[in-house]
């Protein structure tokens, strides 16, 4: 049984490779059902909440819509589209008033290990349509 599910968490990582745009856990689903058939709903849930908890996927949580995943795991922001519902990465930059924030909370005594900020509002392809 440990085979199958390493079998069905390598065929997530595989579809979660370099894939940049942010899928649900349904979408993720759709996808692996290309290559697997038999594969669960289920068993896609519980394993993308495994590869979430051992660090291999980042779970980007918005309002009012389901999860999406991220394989990127070095800290970044997200921006997520109220109209087309995409989630896109923010380009690099940590604003200092979050580093102090940061610092702040050790000093303390928090032990903070991550932190997640998602913009809201409308995508550049969006945004022309408004």
């Known amino acids: 049984m440990q085979n199958r599910n390493s079998a069905q968490r390598t065929l997530i990582m595989n579809i979660m ?3 940049k745009m942010h899928p649900t856990a349904d979408e993720i689903y759709d996808e692996a059902r290309k290559a ?7 068993t896609v849930y519980r394993n993308l909440n ?3 908890e051992n660090g291999s996927l980042l779970r980007v949580s918005v309002p009012d819509a389901a999860d999406h ?3 990127t795991l070095k800290e970044h922001f ?5 109209k087309c519902h995409k989630v896109l990465d923010v380009p690099e930059f940590v604003p200092s008033e979050v580093v102090a924030a940061e610092e702040k909370l050790a000093q303390a005594g928090f032990k903070s290990l991550s932190h997640a900020i998602v ?3 409308f995508c550049p392809d969006c945004s022309k349509n408004i």
């Open 78 to 82: 997200h921006f997520h589209c109220r």
């Open 50 to 52: 495994l590869l979430v």
């Open 17 to 19: 490779e370099g894939n």
């Open 69 to 71: 995943y991220d394989s």
């Open 36 to 42: 697997d058939p038999h594969i669960s709903r289920g």
């Open 119 to 121: 913009f809201e509002g």
